[in-house]
């Protein structure tokens, strides 16, 4: 069953161990969300005010460049998303959120996190392992990008997130991966 106090726990157990009060304590700022399948949980323009935690379905990130659809990140059972700038700097954000399935999201509220940061240290600590968790995928990526091929990119992708592959359209696999629909086909039949 998904409560707060599940979603604190598995967030916990992910990035940095709470003790019992102040998973209590940590629960008690999350927002639940239950999406439709292409419902939108952040639009381009709005204020990112909360990371967010899949608990149950998947969702990803996404902007407009060029009258394209530019998938930037996907997140899937157990995992986490931010938009970090909007979220830091609490200014509108360029991206939007969109669940691809439906979904049940834990929001992670910034300025009640903010608070609870400041009063426990160990809440300070996962806070910090979020946003440490974010850069180092950003970084990633962006790596990725420049340093492999587009083989290399997609058996990554298949490697490290299965899930993904299984779940998520074609033609936004391809745009995380920086390719076309038509690359990707290539890659995947073993032509390329």
């Not at 969702?59 to 997140?75: D, G, I, M, P, S």
């Not at 700038?85 to 439906?102: C, D, M, N």
């Not at 300070?124 to 962006?142: D, F, H, N, P, V």
């Not at 990008?145 to 990119?153: G, K, V």
Request: aromatic share 8%; hydrophobic share 40%.
């Amino acid at each position: 069953m998904d409560t707060k106090l599940n979603a604190a726990t598995a967030i916990s157990q992910l990035l940095s161990p709470l003790n019992e009060d102040q998973l209590e304590i940590f629960a008690s700022i999350l927002i639940r969300t239950e999406l439709k399948k292409n419902e939108l949980l952040f639009k381009e323009g709005q204020i990112s005010d909360q990371i967010g935690y899949v608990y149950k379905g998947m969702v990803r990130q996404f902007y407009y460049k060029n009258n394209r659809e530019l998938t930037e990140h996907f997140a899937c059972n157990g995992s986490m998303f931010i938009c970090i700038e909007s979220f830091l700097r609490q200014k509108p954000t360029p991206l939007k959120v969109e669940a691809i399935e439906p979904s049940v999201v834990y929001g992670i509220p910034y300025h009640p996190l903010e608070e609870l940061s400041n009063e426990y240290y160990e809440i300070g600590l996962l806070y910090r392992k979020m946003l440490e968790a974010s850069l180092i995928l950003s970084q990633r990526k962006a790596d990725s990008i420049r340093f492999e091929s587009a083989r290399e990119r997609y058996e990554r992708l298949l490697k490290n997130n299965p899930e993904i592959i299984r779940r998520a359209p074609l033609c936004q696999i391809a745009s995380l991966l920086e390719m076309t629909p038509e690359t990707l086909s290539r890659v995947r039949a073993g032509t390329l």
